[in-house]
């Protein structure tokens, strides 16, 4: 079964300095990873997907986010923060449906942004 | 493109009282669609895969005959939470796939409060 770690809780940086969010997944094939976003009280918006080729991938919002399969991890980075990224963050892994489309997302327990003016 | 919406927003009912959301796509034919719970402060939980015309396929844990899924035609699938409590006060949200193994698109969630 697959399953996805986010190790960082909450985490607060200041607007304008770097931020990356870590994760970690688990599966047993070839993963397709997303990383969303959600602000309070809203869905989810995604941010970038990586299901094959470049492993590093461009997202919405200046972030972007590098596979790489040898440390199973998928980390969300943004060279400058603005204060409107203050949001949960949602890394998921995406398994294959035998039939149908789209995949089922397990995703990570989340990690909390605060950014500081 | 590729629009999923989800109605109602929020919803308040009466424990013991049953409530039904809706998922939809709105510009085009999604195959299969997927139904996830989250509590409050928590992460998303798959809760369910249904594939237009089949029954639904429940993850192990989930109340099939509390949370009824109905997927009838490729741009529709119903939840419906039957005899609902203060316990099933969630935020829900479903997500529609179109192509085997691309993304699903989700919609805005329904938060539902039992009182």
């Known amino acids: 079964a697959q399953s996805v770690t986010q190790p960082d809780i909450h985490i607060t940086v200041s607007e304008g300095a770097s931020l990356e969010l870590r994760c970690n997944y688990s599966?047993?094939?070839?993963?397709?990873l997303f990383w969303y976003v959600q602000s309070p009280g809203q869905g989810l918006q995604l941010l970038l997907k990586y299901f094959s080729g470049d492993t590093l991938v461009q997202g919405i919002k200046g972030f972007e986010a590098e596979f790489k399969r040898s440390q199973s991890s998928f980390n969300l980075r943004k060279p400058s923060v603005h204060w409107s990224d203050a949001a949960e963050y949602f890394c998921a892994v995406g398994a294959e449906v035998l039939t149908g489309g789209g995949n089922k997302l397990t995703f990570g327990t989340g990690t909390q942004l605060k950014v500081e003016l | 493109g590729a629009v999923v919406s989800q109605h109602p927003s929020r919803v308040i009912c009466k424990s013991g009282t049953s409530v039904k959301i809706e998922c939809r796509s709105l510009?085009?034919?999604?195959?299969?669609m997927f139904w996830y719970r989250q509590f409050p402060k928590k992460s998303l939980m798959l809760m369910a895969t249904?594939?237009?015309?089949?029954?639904?396929?429940?993850e192990q844990g989930v109340e099939k005959d509390k949370f009824l899924i109905n997927h009838a035609s490729l741009t529709l699938s119903t939840l419906t939470v039957t005899s609902a409590h203060p316990e099933d006060s969630s935020f829900y949200i479903c997500s529609a796939g179109q192509t085997v193994n691309t993304e699903a698109f989700f919609g805005q969630g329904t938060r539902l409060t039992v009182v």
């Open positions: 510009d085009f034919q999604a195959t299969t």
């Open positions: 599966y047993g094939a070839t993963p397709y």
């Open positions: 249904s594939n237009e015309g089949s029954k639904a396929t429940y």
